[in-house]
């Protein structure tokens, strides 16, 4: 038997058995005991790497989304603030079938109109789409000096943008007074929306 031999054996042979089993405990011991716990240290410390690296990308996201959405937030108030200069569609339509009732209220009287089509005008910026339809009369009024002045100053002073182009004014020996043509731009404000580009 095992047994039997190990207990007849001389000293070094069991000194020798001994420290083989002694090593082969520790080494059982460090298996049981130690290398569970330096495997969960290791995977803790990945773990933490990856959690860190983790942080580090979603601040990184975090702060360009931050500045996407403050750009935005710039590029729509300048809109806005430029939007006080166009008509609505509706103010827009008013204006245009009120010119002769404008006239009249400043003494004028209109010889004639001509409606241009309207055109359609894209601004196009980093996150804003901005759409614009330009209307255009080609109009003929009649009257003093004093009451085209005034009529010219009421368009120039609109709190809405009126473009005034094409002036002419000259006498109408005729009808003994002053003949004004001139071309009138509005500006209708189509709306407005955020881009779907990517960065």
Known sequence: MIKDKILNSSGNAKTGFSIAFLFVLGLACYNWVFAPQVKCLRAAQGHGQ???????????????????????EELTEQIESVKENFFSQDHAEKFMTSLDIIARHYGCFVEHLNFTDEQQLDFSGED????????SVNASFSGSYATLSNLLNFFSEYPQRVSIGNLKISPDNILKRLECQVALTIYVDQGSRQSSGQE
């Open 50 to 72: 990856l959690n860190k690296s983790a942080k580090l990308k979603t601040k990184t996201i975090r702060t360009k989304i931050n500045k996407k959405t403050a750009r935005i």
């Open 128 to 135: 804003i789409e901005f759409q614009v339809s330009a209307r």
